[in-house]
């Protein structure tokens, strides 16, 4: 049974939409725990709570419909992006519980079963244990995970800590959100479809590894807001901005077709209209559509110094992880260049 026959979605922004959970936070204040890190509060990819000296807990959620027809595929990419935060932070995951709605009347269960058997599958793989989690009947299926992890407050990777004269890499192409407007529309080709599905099922476990043993200067995933929001989130509160070099982004194949096309998801507006301000130089809608998609299980974008970025990329790639270098830092604190 195709989950989809229920819903597609694209990219992550068909809940109520990346960022409405922050502005519905905004203005609301918790005691000063002192062994708090970070929280809402902030942009981080996840929660930061001391426990000691040497650790803290990261804690992250996330969950989400169905983007792809197969439920063991789906579970896998549901896992996956729930645990990119945890890396993200250059943190290891130790648990999850998943978060479950299931039409069960309607789907019956050997769809849910798939679709926590591919989640398993992923958090197996992350070394990560599965404690239980909890479900509800829901028109819908949806599924996700919250995550917690372990990490070295002193080591943890924050988002906003740029330096200048770093270089920026990312470990996986973008246009996810772009890809499942084309299945959509039944008009994606199946080197599209394929390529977008093996990049959301792909743990960033092994680029967080090799990162580990560079100088990480800042580092976050690239999901719902798109390459260019994350970006923002990065500069912002930094003690300088960042460029993208356009030419230098990845893309997943036949995306600049289907944007083209006009088959834009609407996070991809959203994003626009809250981060579009933080951005300068080539802001042709083009450019804009791509680097605003909203992504799934996207790859980490991390600044290094300059003189490790070379051989960061060499190692990522000899440990069978994509990665390129897009841009640097630099500039004012709060912009994001586009060139």
């Known amino acids: 049974m195709k989950l989809t026959s229920y819903t597609r979605f694209s990219g992550c922004g068909a809940k109520l939409g990346p960022g409405v959970l922050d502005q519905a936070l905004c203005g609301l204040s918790q005691p000063a725990y002192p062994e708090l890190l970070a929280d809402f509060q902030g942009s981080e990819d996840a929660g930061l709570f001391r426990l000691g000296p040497y650790s803290a807990l990261v804690q992250t959620v996330d969950f989400f419909p169905p983007i792809v027809d197969d439920p063991h595929l789906f579970g896998r990419i549901a896992a996956a992006n729930a645990l990119s935060d945890i890396y993200a932070m250059g943190a290891r995951p130790i648990t999850a519980l998943a978060l479950v709605c299931h039409p069960l009347k309607a789907l019956g269960l050997e769809p849910l079963k798939a679709m926590l058997a591919g989640g398993l599958e992923a958090l197996t793989e992350a070394g990560c244990a599965l404690l239980g989690g909890h479900s509800i009947e829901d028109p819908e299926p949806k599924l996700g995970y919250a995550v917690t992890g372990l990490v070295d407050p002193e080591k943890a990777w924050r988002n906003n800590t740029l330096r200048p004269g770093g270089r920026l890499i990312l470990t996986k192409p973008i246009g996810t959100g772009l890809v499942n407007m084309a299945l959509r529309a039944k008009c994606a080709s199946?080197?599209?479809?394929?390529?977008?599905?093996?990049?959301?099922?792909?743990?960033?476990?092994?680029?967080?590894?090799?990162?580990?043993?560079?100088?990480?200067?800042?580092?976050?995933?690239?999901?719902?807001?798109?390459?260019?929001?994350?970006?923002?989130?990065?500069?912002?509160?930094?003690?300088?901005?960042?460029?993208?070099?356009?030419?230098?982004?990845?893309?997943?194949?036949?995306?600049?077709?289907?944007?083209?096309?006009?088959?834009?998801?609407?996070?991809?507006?959203?994003?626009?209209?809250?981060?579009?301000?933080?951005?300068?130089?080539?802001?042709?809608?083009?450019?804009?559509?791509?680097?605003?998609?909203?992504?799934?299980?996207?790859?980490?974008?991390?600044?290094?110094?300059?003189?490790?970025?070379?051989?960061?990329?060499?190692?990522?790639?000899?440990?069978?992880?994509?990665?390129?270098?897009?841009?640097?830092?630099?500039?004012?604190?709060?912009?994001?260049?586009?060139?």
């Not at 990065?234 to 070099?245: D, E, K, T, Y």
């Not at 991809?268 to 992504?295: C, I, V």
Request: with cysteine; hydrophobic share 45%; aromatic share 4%.
């Open 190 to 339: 199946p080197e599209s479809q394929g390529a977008a599905e093996t990049a959301m099922a792909t743990l960033n476990k092994a680029a967080a590894e090799v990162l580990s043993r560079f100088s990480v200067q800042a580092c976050t995933d690239v999901t719902g807001f798109g390459l260019a929001g994350h970006a923002v989130e990065m500069a912002c509160g930094a003690v300088c901005g960042l460029a993208i070099r356009m030419d230098r982004v990845p893309l997943l194949p036949g995306v600049e077709e289907y944007a083209a096309m006009g088959l834009i998801p609407e996070g991809t507006y959203r994003n626009r209209e809250g981060r579009l301000r933080f951005l300068a130089g080539d802001l042709s809608s083009p450019a804009l559509d791509l680097l605003f998609d909203p992504q799934t299980s996207g790859g980490l974008l991390a600044a290094l110094p300059e003189s490790e970025a070379e051989p960061a990329v060499a190692a990522l790639q000899e440990a069978g992880v994509q990665a390129w270098i897009i841009g640097e830092t630099g500039g004012g604190p709060g912009q994001v260049r586009i060139l």
